[in-house]
Every structure is written in structure tokens, then in C-alpha cells.
């Protein structure tokens, strides 16, 4: 926590240094940028980039910026060089988007496409204001139940055919590359290293305590990146999984009469949200109250989003045909996904 704390204070104070001045920043995207209908925005270094839509920018380009520092926030900023990056990791990312979007209709394809690997480039706006209207707008990029969803798959599969220890080791190995291949957003980074933990935890025959672990995970993030106390995905994040923490018991405990099959993800979506409505409220002046109620008719479609549309690209990538045919099974799940948030919106 000392660390963090003289962290923070000399990040701090070199922000407060260029306010007034022309900066220029060469760096890596490590998040994948938002498309609007004229502009792309971008984070860097502490600081929010909003350029012209052409030369789109994408999730681990190397651009060089500039632009003049006023009260926190950059302006007049541009794109004074772009590269692509083509690793082996990003181009798997790349191929599979591609093969969604030539495979489904939007916004169908940019739903499948933002579950399963954070991609929100080209959402079209309608559904994206949409989203954001009825508070549903975390659904649709990769989370933290991502990380968990590949934690738990991939230690069931393993431990079929290896020892704990070694699937464990492996397991690690392929959250890592998951948090990789789709980006590495706050809310994704938290959970990565919240499962490190448990997984290390296992490896020495130890218990893992989820607060301390969260707890954590923020330091951690926050010593290696401290412009992530300011990005609102971290600190919703954080505060939903603490929320989850202290109040779903308690949620639990009021919904009694509320139905079984109902019931879980209302309780989740619920405690999350007594923590993060008070910041959306602040942070957007508005809070969708119905948000809870929204939720819960569509959550149980995302683990079923995210297998299918899982096995269709990467199938898809081998066998083109095969893997249309298995992403043709989850048009029905993101129908109903579109006409849900449609009529509440």
C-alpha cells in the first residue's frame, strides 16, 4: 500500500506538470478503442484521445499522439504515426472477428464478437445507445465472468487428463492468454489476477480469501498502471465485486419469494448494482432504475453466447462451413438478446 500510495502521488504530480502544454505520447493501445459515428476514442497514459474515425486504430497498434493538456483532458489531439501490430495472438483475435461479421448480421455479430472478446469497435450506434440507455451496456464486452467461465472450462478439462498441480499451471497459462487475446480492459485484468491468485493459492495447498485477493489484484494494477484509478471500468469493476461480496447473501435473504429460475441472476445483478449505481449516477447524471429487472432476462443467454459462439470461430477458422453452421444455432440467443433490450430501451 506504500508503494501504491508514492505511486500515485508522482503520477499525479507529472499530470498536474502538463496541463497547459502540447504532450506527445508514443505507445501501445492496450484496450480496444470505442467507434462513434465520427470520432475514435483511446486511453493513454492517464489521458482520453478522441480522433477523426479514419486511420481507424485498433487494440495493440503502436500510435504516436499529441495534443495540449487542458484541465486534465487533451485537445485538439492527432494521429501523428500508426502501426499495426500482427502477432500471433491479435491476428487469432482479428480472423475470428472477421469471421463473425461475415457470418452474422449486426448487431448481431458485434454482440458475439463483444462477448466473447471485448470488441465494441463497431457496434452500430442505435444499439449502442440502446445498451446504454437500459444499463445493460457491461453485458456486451468481456468481463470478469469471462475469465471465470475459461478458469473453470479449462481446469475441468485439464484435470481429466493431468495431474491438479499441472492443469493448474496450465490453467494459468491460458486465462493469460484469454486476458491477451481480448484486451487487456480493467475489468478483465481484475479477475485475471484474482483467478492468479486462487490457481498460485491451490498450488501451495493454501486457502484464497476473494476480498483480500480483490484487494490485491487493485494494488497490483494500480503500482504497475496508477492512470487506472482515473478509467471508470476499474473503478465499476472493483466496486461491483465488492458489492457482490458484502450483499449477496443479503439480496438472497429479500428475494425469497422470487423464483428459483429467476432468482440467481437477479440476486447477482442486484448486489452488483448497490454499489455501481450511486457512480453511473454521478458519472452520467442518469441510472436506469428498471436496469436490475433488464438484466435478468438476458443474462442467461451470455455463458450460452459465449460457448457456442466460442466453438463456431475457432471451428470456423478450420472448417468455414461447420463453424457458420454452429453460429447460425446462436441467432435465436441474440435475437432475443436485441428484442429484449429494444423494448425496454
Given at each position: 500500500?506504500?508503494?501504491?500510495?508514492?505511486?500515485?502521488?508522482?503520477?499525479?504530480?507529472?499530470?498536474?506538470?502538463?496541463?497547459?502544454?502540447?504532450?506527445?505520447?508514443?505507445?501501445?493501445i492496450l484496450q480496444e478503442p470505442?467507434k462513434f459515428s465520427n470520432t475514435?476514442?483511446?486511453?493513454?497514459?492517464?489521458?482520453?484521445?478522441?480522433?477523426?474515425?479514419?486511420?481507424?486504430?485498433?487494440?495493440?497498434?503502436?500510435?504516436?499522439?499529441?495534443?495540449?493538456?487542458?484541465?486534465?483532458?487533451?485537445?485538439?489531439?492527432?494521429?501523428?504515426?500508426?502501426?499495426?501490430?500482427?502477432?500471433?495472438?491479435?491476428?487469432?483475435?482479428?480472423?475470428?472477428?472477421?469471421?463473425?461479421?461475415?457470418?452474422?448480421?449486426?448487431?448481431?455479430?458485434?454482440?458475439?464478437?463483444?462477448?466473447?472478446?471485448?470488441?465494441?469497435?463497431?457496434?452500430?450506434?442505435?444499439?449502442?445507445?440502446?445498451?446504454?440507455?437500459?444499463?445493460?451496456?457491461?453485458?456486451?464486452?468481456?468481463?470478469?465472468?469471462?475469465?471465470?467461465?475459461?478458469?473453470?472450462?479449462?481446469?475441468?478439462?485439464?484435470?481429466?487428463?493431468?495431474?491438479?498441480?499441472?492443469?493448474?499451471?496450465?490453467?494459468?497459462?491460458?486465462?493469460?492468454?484469454?486476458?491477451?487475446?481480448?484486451?487487456?480492459?480493467?475489468?478483465?485484468?481484475?479477475?485475471?489476477?484474482?483467478?492468479?491468485?486462487?490457481?498460485?493459492?491451490?498450488?501451495?495447498?493454501?486457502?484464497?480469501?476473494?476480498?483480500?485477493?480483490?484487494?490485491?489484484?487493485?494494488?497490483?494494477?494500480?503500482?504497475?498502471?496508477?492512470?487506472?484509478?482515473?478509467?471508470?471500468?476499474?473503478?465499476?469493476?472493483?466496486?461491483?465485486?465488492?458489492?457482490?461480496?458484502?450483499?449477496?447473501?443479503?439480496?438472497?435473504?429479500?428475494?425469497?419469494?422470487?423464483?428459483?429460475?429467476?432468482?440467481?441472476?437477479?440476486?447477482?445483478?442486484?448486489?452488483?448494482?448497490?454499489?455501481?449505481?450511486?457512480?453511473?449516477?454521478?458519472?452520467?447524471?442518469?441510472?436506469?432504475?428498471?436496469?436490475?429487472?433488464?438484466?435478468?432476462?438476458?443474462?442467461?443467454?451470455?455463458?450460452?453466447?459465449?460457448?457456442?459462439?466460442?466453438?463456431?470461430?475457432?471451428?470456423?477458422?478450420i472448417i468455414p462451413f461447420l463453424?457458420?453452421?454452429?453460429?447460425?444455432?446462436?441467432?435465436?440467443?441474440?435475437?432475443?438478446?436485441?428484442?429484449?433490450?429494444?423494448?425496454?430501451?
Amino acid at each position: 500500500m506504500l508503494i501504491f500510495v508514492i505511486r500515485l502521488i508522482i503520477f499525479s504530480h507529472n499530470l498536474k506538470k502538463f496541463e497547459g502544454h502540447k504532450i506527445r505520447i508514443s505507445s501501445k493501445i492496450l484496450q480496444e478503442p470505442s467507434k462513434f459515428s465520427n470520432t475514435q476514442k483511446f486511453y493513454l497514459e492517464g489521458f482520453n484521445f478522441y480522433l477523426p474515425k479514419y486511420p481507424q486504430v485498433s487494440y495493440g497498434d503502436k500510435v504516436t499522439v499529441e495534443g495540449i493538456v487542458e484541465k486534465g483532458k487533451v485537445i485538439n489531439a492527432r494521429l501523428i504515426n500508426l502501426q499495426k501490430d500482427e502477432n500471433l495472438f491479435l491476428g487469432f483475435r482479428k480472423k475470428i472477428i472477421s469471421f463473425y461479421k461475415l457470418s452474422l448480421p449486426e448487431p448481431h455479430s458485434s454482440l458475439v464478437a463483444g462477448i466473447i472478446l471485448g470488441y465494441k469497435s463497431e457496434q452500430t450506434g442505435v444499439f449502442w445507445e440502446k445498451l446504454r440507455k437500459t444499463g445493460t451496456m457491461h453485458v456486451v464486452v468481456a468481463s470478469g465472468m469471462n475469465v471465470a467461465f475459461v478458469a473453470g472450462f479449462l481446469m475441468s478439462l485439464l484435470l481429466i487428463f493431468i495431474p491438479r498441480k499441472k492443469a493448474v499451471f496450465l490453467a494459468l497459462i491460458g486465462i493469460w492468454i484469454y486476458a491477451l487475446i481480448s484486451g487487456f480492459e480493467a475489468p478483465i485484468v481484475r479477475s485475471t489476477i484474482m483467478f492468479s491468485i486462487a490457481l498460485v493459492a491451490q498450488l501451495f495447498g493454501r486457502l484464497s480469501l476473494s476480498i483480500n485477493a480483490l484487494f490485491l489484484s487493485a494494488l497490483i494494477m494500480l503500482v504497475l498502471k496508477p492512470s487506472w484509478i482515473y478509467d471508470l471500468g476499474f473503478i465499476l469493476s472493483f466496486v461491483a465485486t465488492a458489492s457482490l461480496m458484502l450483499f449477496t447473501k443479503k439480496v438472497d435473504k429479500l428475494l425469497k419469494f422470487v423464483p428459483k429460475y429467476i432468482k440467481s441472476d437477479l440476486n447477482t445483478t442486484l448486489a452488483a448494482q448497490i454499489g455501481d449505481a450511486p457512480i453511473l449516477f454521478v458519472s452520467f447524471g442518469q441510472f436506469n432504475f428498471l436496469s436490475p429487472f433488464i438484466n435478468t432476462p438476458i443474462l442467461w443467454t451470455v455463458p450460452l453466447i459465449m460457448i457456442i459462439g466460442s466453438i463456431g470461430g475457432i471451428v470456423g477458422l478450420i472448417i468455414p462451413f461447420l463453424g457458420r453452421l454452429i453460429l447460425y444455432i446462436v441467432y435465436p440467443l441474440t435475437w432475443y438478446f436485441v428484442t429484449i433490450i429494444s423494448i425496454f430501451s
